[in-house]
């Protein structure tokens, strides 16, 4: 118990000290020429998107007053326009191949603001049992196979920081638990990432949406071509040159970690996710005369490649072992980099501050909101408000 309250103890003491350097580096701050009420307001719009009540202002205006703008922000993020408005709309582009915002509320959205509603380690959101539904009187039950329960929740504005509760995908989709691969698994990713094609795109999409990476910017010819599927042709349109400094650029990463994806599907007949524990989905070996003497996929077996190599840099995590069984390990994987953490962090700057990190302050804003996203637990809610602390004065 003393060492727990130790811990506690060195953690608040932590966020103190990132909240009093924060203040310090602040764009703009200058007490003389904008207040308290005026710092409260902008900070409020930021989270919020709307204004504060009075009572709320006054409350937020102390707490700046008092040099604790973090506990302004939490205030900020109490109203339930920060998760009906500000985070829906933060997820949404993640949850389709458009990337457009204007997308109806899903399970992959609202498992996203539950768990940042709840301060859920975001290092699991590719990886848990769990998928956030609402128990609201005259809301169609939850189903793998429709959109109806979240559909109904947007269109009578029910207030999801109230009424998100959690559930597991393994209960709600008859999958098993060791199957739920976090957002990968709703049935909204599903739908836009694992129909048709290779499964290929979920693992483009992944990097883009988490790791804020796409594929040009992974390439890498120096690693083993020994996992690449036979669809992918070795001499396309019979220049041999073309596959090895093109597309080798980036099937040699790729293919033996989508690999992890051998056993999904989305059925658009029966408009659901499918999943078929020890059976290749036959999407995995379609165009096999390609390449005859390509790699055959027979399991989910992966192996993480970027570990050696440029793409080194990702900084995956030493204590995981680069390759695994299945969505859910992978998604470990690649939550536990650190490009997985300044991803996040340089998004949540991006919409509070309504810029991208553009000089050598914000660089070392975003460093330090980092740091204490990963040692705090990885708490989302706190990088908004870290972030929304830091671009207030601008």
């Avoid at 899903?106 to 699991?124: C, E, K, L, P």
């Amino acid at each position: 118990m003393t060492q727990d309250r130790h811990i506690k103890r060195a953690r608040r003491v932590a966020r103190l000290a990132i909240a009093a350097a924060l203040l310090l580096v602040v764009q703009g701050w200058n007490p003389a020429s904008a207040g308290p009420r005026e710092q409260a307001r902008r900070l409020h719009d930021r989270l919020a998107g709307v204004p504060p009540s009075d009572a709320v202002l006054t409350l937020m205006a102390a707490d700046i007053q008092a040099s604790n703008p973090t506990m302004a922000a939490q205030r900020a993020m109490s109203n339930k326009n920060f998760y009906d408005v500000t985070l829906k709309n933060f997820v949404s582009p993640w949850t389709n191949v458009e990337r457009s915002v204007f997308v109806p509320l899903n399970d992959y959205t609202a498992t996203v603001i539950g768990m940042v509603r709840d301060d859920v380690d975001f290092s699991t959101v590719l990886s848990a049992d769990l998928l956030y539904v609402a128990n609201t009187p005259g809301a169609p039950a939850y189903s793998p196979a429709n959109n109806a329960h979240y559909q109904y929740l947007e269109d009578n504005h029910v207030d999801l920081q109230a009424a998100l509760q959690p559930a597991t995908q393994s209960a709600l989709l008859g999958i098993p638990a060791s199957a739920a691969a976090g957002v990968m698994t709703t049935r909204a990713s599903a739908a836009a990432f694992f129909v048709a094609g290779t499964n290929r795109r979920m693992f483009r999409f992944t990097l883009i949406n988490h790791l804020c990476r796409d594929m040009e910017q992974m390439q890498d010819s120096s690693l083993p071509p020994d996992r690449i599927r036979q669809d992918v042709s070795r001499s396309p349109g019979g220049d041999s040159r073309v596959f090895l400094n093109n597309c080798i650029t980036c099937h040699d990463g790729m293919d033996p970690m989508a690999q992890a994806f051998a056993f999904y599907d989305f059925d658009e007949m029966a408009a659901r996710m499918t999943y078929t524990p020890g059976v290749v989905q036959p999407k995995y070996l379609i165009n096999s005369d390609n390449f005859k003497t390509g790699y055959v996929t027979t399991d989910d077996h992966w192996n993480n490649y970027w570990r050696k190599g440029a793409n080194q840099v990702l900084g995956f995590d030493s204590a995981l072992t680069g390759g695994g069984t299945g969505a859910k390990s992978l998604g470990q994987e690649l939550a536990h980099s650190d490009a997985f953490a300044q991803c996040q962090v340089e998004k949540v700057f991006r919409a509070m501050c309504f810029r991208d990190p553009g000089n050598a302050q914000d660089r070392q804003a975003v460093s330090t909101i980092k740091s204490s996203f990963k040692s705090g637990g990885y708490k989302m809610k706190q990088v908004f408000a870290d972030a929304a602390v830091y671009c207030m004065g601008n």
